[in-house]
């Protein structure tokens, strides 16, 4: 089984939930954009001094998990996912309700610069092979932001002639916004339907 | 067959693209957003003066296409989905290239006056039935907004230490709307999960 059995296209960035082995020896989980590069490779961007890029630094493997359990998500980001949440696998953990999960192999690891609006910062790209696949449901979706982006781009686009002042100057900042994240995770259908929403969008410019 | 057999669950409201018969017999498409009231009956939520309306409230039937081909949603909402991308089912019409559609057949209409924050408007409630429910693929998943929002919230609460000014100001505005599309759209443990963001982020209330 390889990333194409979990619905995984190539060039597009799927929100998951990475899972890693602490120092301890206790389970770690965050959520984490992933790259499909090839139907068994992946690429991650990590930000600095998170457990996370410590675990994968030190262990140079990692656990992702395809899932869609609103509550998983909000309890790794806020940093409390529960131990009785996970489970082990070989030397790793994975999240126990999952739809699927695999483990990723690091084959690089790179600390860059990265400017962004927040400043400069340093991420470490990292580039793995995905071994043992597993899927706990049959059919499995992962979670890619493309077309919810496309829809609430045109939920703007066609409030636009409904709003001004302060609602404008915040449609137009979250269009721009939109089009940055559909133009980072979907793939070219995706980009196509950001141009035309984007163009139609532009008549709108003073 | 019913909606269970095409993901839907009882209380979401899913973005589909709902087509109708013109009365000169052509065909319409726009994007509208169904809820599932139970395993074969959805209600919708219409404005006044578009053709969608006009046409269901002449015809008394439409379909629901449940797809994510975002170009469809771009074409049908811009107003110029060519009739190439319709196919014939009966009198009425679908999407050709659709995951999944379904005739909805009216129960009951009616115009009720709603007030938002663009003001006062009419709308018309539309309960249906589900008949002829055909799927073009084996295993589909209509799009529900619900975790693409709690993703997004999740995205601006740990951004909040970096923002301020403006930014914050747009961010506090986001999470307040992410919160009202969750609870409009999402089920319980969506709900569950955004209460538990709302409840973080308001640690940053001044």
């Known amino acids: 089984m390889d990333l194409v059995s979990i619905g995984m296209e190539k060039g597009l960035l799927y929100e998951t939930v990475v899972t ?5 020896g206790t389970s770690n989980a965050a959520p984490i954009g992933v790259i499909c590069k090839d139907k068994d490779e992946i690429v991650v961007y990590l930000h600095q001094g998170s457990s996370t890029v410590k675990n994968i630094k030190r262990n140079n493997s990692f656990v992702v998990n395809i899932l869609k359990d609103p509550m998983v998500f909000v309890e790794s980001t806020l940093g409390d996912l ?12 994975y999240i126990k309700n999952t739809d699927a999960y695999f483990i990723a192999n690091v084959i690089s690891l790179k600390d860059v610069e990265r400017e962004d609006k927040f400043g400069v ?11 043992d696949l ?11 932001r493309a077309i919810y982006g496309i829809i609430e781009g045109l939920v703007y686009l066609t409030r636009m002639d409904m709003v001004s002042g302060d609602m404008e ?13 559909v133009n980072k995770v979907g793939g070219p259908e995706h980009k196509n339907a950001m141009k035309k ?3 139609a969008f532009s008549k709108y410019d003073k």
Chains 1, 2 share one sequence.
């Open 20 to 24: 890693t082995v602490n120092d301890d």
């Open 82 to 93: 529960p131990q009785n949440y996970f489970e082990s696998h070989k030397n790793e953990f």
């Open 121 to 131: 910062s340093v991420v470490t790209v990292v580039r793995a092979k995905v071994s």
């Open 134 to 144: 597993i899927k706990t449901k049959e059919h499995v979706e992962p979670v890619n």
């Open 169 to 181: 100057k915040l449609y137009r900042h979250r269009m721009s916004e939109i089009s940055r994240i």
């Open 197 to 199: 929403i984007s163009s």
